[in-house]
């Protein structure tokens, strides 16, 4: 019986990879513990919800108090660089020109899921829990709720996950971590049910 023989990549690999054409350009990739995962379509109760959150989110930090990065790389260990729809990391004037964020620079990572729900539970969840991300919320569409989890653990079993997890309404609002006065309507961002 034949072994499968399965090549694990670095960051460096992926962006020589990268830089060397090996994807195209509208190629929806990224890099978790090593392999390169192909992402989910988005759908357009996606496209929307990111729309509209994007410009709540653009709008809250005009100030310059934090920088949000939209389906941009970052950087969590040395085989993972994930593209989460939404990070908010820590200001820095050159806007990260030199490198990715690094774990220690995300304050917040936002995912919209509908058909990668799953995904986004079962594979993100322990990986943004083991690189420290204290902040992880899921905009879940298969349900129109908000799935907030923080406090990032380790169990005996060296597993990784958060220690809350919280529920939120598509009527209800939220203040954003680490941002009290930056307050999110729901009802401004979920799609109508409904949506095709």
């Known amino acids: 019986m034949l072994s499968a023989n399965i090549r694990r990549f670095t960051v460096e690999d992926y962006h020589w990879l990268t830089d060397k054409g090996f994807f195209a350009e509208d190629d929806r990739v ?10 989910a379509a988005k759908g357009t109760a996606h496209e929307v919800c990111l ?29 993972s660089e994930p593209e989460p729809d939404f990070s908010i990391v820590q200001y820095r004037e050159d806007e990260y020109l030199a490198a990715h964020p690094a774990a220690t620079d995300v304050m917040l ?19 943004y829990a083991e690189a420290g991300i204290y902040d992880y919320w899921i905009f879940n569409l298969q349900q129109n709720i908000l799935e907030t989890y923080c406090e990032p653990y380790q169990n005996n079993d060296e597993e990784f996950g958060y220690r809350l997890k919280r529920i939120v309404l598509p009527n209800e609002t939220i203040a954003l971590p680490n941002f009290p006065d930056l307050v999110i309507d729901l009802v401004n961002i979920f799609p109508p049910v409904g949506r095709s």
């Open 30 to 39: 990224e890099l978790i513990r090593g392999q390169v995962v192909q992402m």
């Open 51 to 79: 729309n509209r959150l994007l410009k709540v989110l653009i709008k809250g930090f005009a100030d310059d108090r934090a920088i949000v990065r939209c389906q941009s790389p970052i950087v969590l260990f040395d085989n």
């Open 109 to 127: 990572v936002i995912e919209i899921s509908d058909s990668s729900l799953d995904y986004d539970r079962v594979t993100k969840i322990p990986l």
